[in-house]
């Protein structure tokens, strides 16, 4: 199994939140952590409750933690690999230069590796409604600094704010670096800001793009140029995107011929795992965990040698 959207910070379980809270000097209400998802409602008090729950990670430690904490626990239910996003500058603003949180990313990954057999990449991250000029400083970051793990760039946050051309340079100069990249598009808004996503900011993949199945003409375009969508189904059925997984079209991308892999996105907020979506996707599709798992392999960032190595991983008889 492969989990291909997952936001880094979004992965916390109660326990570490509480843990880093503790060690950091810092308060989360208890009825936040006691409540299903952490009590977001929508999703503008989804993306202020991801914040406040979040900045309990301070320092590198904190990420390596939690990095290892994911990677372990996915590998436990049969993940091989995982693709994080991170926004550089977040952690920045309490002390930790970018090259310090690839260096913890990276001390997560080895361990993890070495004892559970999992590997993890990294996606540096903008986020959408702090503007293009956050963007590009995010963008200048991650090409600066970058180290092996790093192998993407991408947009998160609201997509309802700024036009998507507005962070054109950022992806531009991510690019131009070998980066490749993805943003969240085709979630809130529809199937048109697929296509504008793609071509304004030279996409390999798009983050959700579900909304595509409202224009036959963009899954003809997603089908066509071999563009992954990454889906994340809890996600989108706890933000109410679609009423049950019977309603969800990700059986529909899939007949059109688009190329679905799957994530987890804010797994404890969605109250997910990789191995849930998986299900989900096997049920909704009628395809086996380990058809899912060939298309996402050929859809992931990274390199041709791992790719050969995950493939070895996955026969065909097995589920994921
Ligand atoms: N969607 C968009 N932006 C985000 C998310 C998400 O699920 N999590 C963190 N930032
Ligand atoms: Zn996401």
């Known amino acids: 199994m492969l989990d291909l959207h997952v936001h880094l910070r979004g992965t916390m379980l109660p326990r570490k939140i509480e843990e880093l809270a503790d060690r950091n000097g810092l308060a989360v209400p208890t009825d936040t952590l006691q409540a299903r998802g952490y009590g977001w409602r929508d999703f503008t008090s989804f993306l202020e409750t991801y914040d406040r729950v979040t900045s309990v990670i301070v320092t590198a430690r904190d990420l390596e ?165 990454e889906v994340c189904l809890s996600s989108n059925l706890a933000l109410g995107l679609y009423h049950s997984l019977a309603d969800h079209p990700i059986r529909k991308l899939r007949e059109a011929g688009c190329l679905i892999t799957l994530g987890t996105d804010d797994p404890p907020f969605f109250e997910t795992d990789v191995a849930g979506e998986y299900s989900k996707a096997m049920e909704a599709l009628r395809e086996t965990g380990s058809a899912i798992t060939y298309d996402a392999i050929g859809a992931a960032f990274c390199d041709d040698a791992t790719k050969a190595r995950l493939r070895s991983m996955h026969s065909p008889n097995t589920s994921g």
């Open 65 to 229: 933690e939690v990095t290892y904490d994911y990677l372990r626990f996915s590998a436990s239910i049969g993940a091989t690999y995982v693709e994080v996003m991170l926004s550089p500058p977040d952690l920045m603003r309490t002390g930790v230069p970018f090259e310090d949180q690839l260096s913890a990313i990276s001390a997560a990954r080895d361990q993890a590796f070495e004892l559970h057999g999992i590997d993890c990449r990294m996606i540096a991250t903008a986020v959408r409604h702090l503007g293009p000029d956050a963007a590009l400083n995010a963008a200048r970051i991650a090409v600066a600094r970058r180290n092996e793990i790093l192998v993407g760039f991408g947009l998160t946050g609201d997509e309802r704010r700024f036009a998507v051309g507005e962070f054109r340079e950022a992806f531009r100069i991510a690019r131009s670096e070998g980066l490749l990249a993805t943003a969240h598009a085709g979630e809130h808004l529809g199937a048109e800001t697929v296509v504008e996503a793609i071509e304004k900011l030279g996409l390999s993949r798009v983050g959700h793009g579900v909304r595509a199945a409202e224009s036959e003409a963009v899954l003809r375009q997603l089908a066509d140029n071999r563009i992954p969508l």
